[in-house]
């Protein structure tokens, strides 16, 4: 299963990887088995392409509330823990969304 993309958090998943469309590396998914075996990959691809579409919308969102936060005189701390929140969020609803939508489920790094 999903040869060479680091361990394997999801025994019964395949790992699958894609670049990013922006060159900062790759994204990885674990995507449910299917038959026939390539829909996994397409499958993938579809939930990579979502995936960074949100992540391109989430990337304004944070830089919106950066500025925001320095324009309002927040300290950096306060800003941070607010992008951390605000982050964590994102990512958690992200997940869900892919998984429901294509039954992969994203992974940290690449």
């Not at 060479?4 to 998914?29: H, I, K, L, Q």
Request: charged share 25%.
């Amino acid at each position: 299963m999903g040869g060479g993309f680091g361990a394997n958090p999801y025994p019964d998943r395949e790992v699958v990887a894609f670049a990013s469309t922006t060159g900062d590396g790759a994204f990885r998914y674990a995507c449910a088995e299917a038959e026939p075996p390539d829909s996994i990959q397409a499958r993938g691809k579809a939930a990579h392409r979502a995936f960074e579409v949100a992540l391109a919308e989430f990337e304004d969102q944070r830089a919106k509330i950066l500025l925001e936060g320095l324009d309002s005189g927040k300290s950096p701390r306060a800003i941070t823990r607010l992008l951390d929140a605000r982050t964590e969020l994102w990512a958690q609803k992200t997940a869900e969304r892919i998984e429901a939508g294509y039954h992969c489920i994203p992974l940290s790094g690449g």
